[in-house]
């Protein structure tokens, strides 16, 4: 069974602190993806990762960056927290169609993000 | 702009009963659709992945469908358990966006008892 695991659960910051949020995915996929879900909102696409060293700007760029130094970790990065990134982030991964195809994206449980 | 639709936002039903949820796009341009189900301060767990060639797939009490050319598909629950609480997410992937899924904002079913 594939495991995306996320650091943390619960987390409160303060504004301004810089934050990550790490996720690890056991099954050697190439995608990686950061979502952040809002009520009445959805699921947002932050940031996407196709490899290592390779990230593209999802919809919702602003205020975040990402990095991905070995294929099985991607971390999403709040460089100056703001009361409105509070929010529920998702990690994701998914095999590229040259490794599997028709494969679905798997999910960690989430982090739950407060900024005071 | 691809946007992602479900409705009814929220749906409660009796125990036993058969149900239908829909989600609709806008852009019939789509590599795949996948419904996911999502638990109270959970991730999301997929439940059924539907190729745009195919026309629907089952897993258990769970059939869902597509219909490409009117931007449509629905995810049929049979004989409704408690257990099946919980949001229902449908995703659609565009042709050539390397992945990326473009979500609805769910259904949120309650089975009672």
């Known amino acids: 069974d594939v495991k995306v695991t996320q650091s943390s659960r619960y987390l409160v910051k303060r504004t301004g602190e810089k934050v990550f949020l790490e996720c690890v995915q056991d099954?050697?996929?190439?995608?990686m993806f950061w979502y952040r879900q809002d009520p009445g909102l959805g699921l947002r696409l932050i940031y996407f990762?196709?490899?290592?060293?390779?990230?593209e700007k999802g919809d919702i760029p602003e205020g975040y960056s990402v990095s991905r130094e070995k294929k099985e970790r991607f971390s999403l990065i709040l460089e100056s927290a703001s009361t409105n990134q509070t929010s529920m982030y998702l990690c994701?991964?998914?095999?590229?169609?040259?490794?599997?195809?028709?494969?679905?994206?798997?999910f960690g449980d989430g982090t739950r993000l407060s900024i005071l | 702009k691809q946007e992602v639709t479900q409705i009814p936002a929220a749906l409660s039903v009796p125990e036993g009963e058969n149900l239908v949820l829909n989600c609709s796009f806008t852009?019939?341009?789509?590599?795949?659709l996948q419904w996911f189900r999502q638990d109270p301060g959970k991730g999301l767990t997929s439940l059924l992945l539907?190729?745009?060639?195919?026309r629907e797939q089952t897993s258990g009490r769970l059939n869902a469908s597509l219909d490409k050319s009117s931007g449509r598909s629905t995810l049929y629950i049979a004989a409704s358990q408690p257990g099946d609480s919980a949001t229902y997410l449908c995703?659609?992937?565009?042709?050539?966006?390397?992945?990326?899924?473009?979500f609805g904002t769910g259904t949120r079913l309650q089975v009672t008892l």
């Open positions: 994701a991964s998914s095999p590229s169609p040259g490794q599997v195809r028709y494969q679905p994206q798997h």
């Open positions: 099954m050697d996929h190439e995608n």
């Open positions: 990762s196709y490899d290592v060293k390779m990230k």
């Open positions: 852009d019939s341009a789509i590599y795949n």
């Open positions: 539907i190729q745009s060639s195919q």
């Open positions: 995703a659609v992937r565009a042709t050539g966006t390397a992945s990326k899924l473009t």
